[in-house]
């Protein structure tokens, strides 16, 4: 072979090869980062299914407190929210603590702030409704509740609910959660994508900050009676 077939061939061969990286910075690389991306939501979609339960049974058992729900929404999503921080396990490490447990502080302060804030995360008391409180409700020092006791005493249904006690009894919540995207490029891409007319001003929101909106739902019997402020939202 000539030296000049020669230098056209490794010349084709060079093309050839930026052709490939060009095709895999351009294909390849976005599919990859995707994967990762989608794969980081079905993790969180996860952890916000078990949030959820662990908030319903927090409400099931105090009344329906939006507080002690809020706090077990947080730990639960603690998980997916607490981030491993080098800096500060060496200078727990050079304290002769436990790194672990700065990481976990940390992670549960993170998730509290943002289990707290509204444009990130809505909750919806989908029973019992307000039809339920004008149908069962009783004072209790004060307190307009839906009483937990005799739950098969009458199967009557109430006018304005449709209802019995024990349905009244059931409560059902929905927990929707603007999660975070990390991924460069694929993220904005896919928040960008799902934003159109039809979403809700929340969830048009929650995509404007490069988030994408998540729901999960929880219900549960309650063992305690339900304050009217559950669905209220105090």
């Known amino acids: 072979m000539s030296p000049l077939n ?5 010349a084709g061969q060079g093309a050839s090869t930026i052709e490939f990286m060009v095709a895999f910075v351009l294909v390849m690389l976005p599919l990859v980062l995707g994967t990762l ?16 339960f662990e908030a319903g049974r927090a409400g099931a058992l105090t009344g329906g407190d939006r507080g002690a729900m809020r706090e077990a929404l ?10 491993f921080d080098h800096a500060a396990v060496a200078r727990q490490g050079a304290a002769d603590a436990d790194p672990s447990s700065a990481i976990v502080a940390r992670g549960l302060t993170r998730a509290r702030l943002e ?24 004072l209790r020092d004060g307190v307009e509740v839906i009483p937990n006791e005799d739950l098969d005493s009458s ?3 109430g006018p304005a609910s449709g209802q019995t006690l024990a349905d009244a009894n059931v409560l059902a919540i929905r927990v929707r ?4 995207l990390f991924m460069p490029f ?8 799902l934003d159109h007319e039809g979403r809700s001003l929340f969830d048009r929101g929650c995509l404007a900050r490069r988030r994408v909106p998540i729901e999960a739902r929880a219900v549960l019997q309650m063992h305690s009676p339900l304050r009217r402020s559950a669905i209220d939202g105090g």
């Open 115 to 138: 289990m707290s804030r509204p444009d990130l995360v809505q909750w919806v008391v989908e029973n019992p409704t307000q039809e339920s409180f004008e149908d069962f409700a009783v």
């Open 177 to 180: 959660y603007c999660r975070e």
């Open 74 to 83: 947080a730990r639960g999503m603690l998980p997916v929210l607490a981030t």
């Open 186 to 193: 694929v993220g904005q891409w896919l928040a960008e994508a």
């Open 37 to 52: 991306e989608l794969g980081q939501l079905a993790v969180a979609r996860l952890a916000l299914n078990y949030a959820s």
């Open 155 to 157: 199967d009557v249904p």
């Open 6 to 10: 020669r230098n056209r061939r490794g």
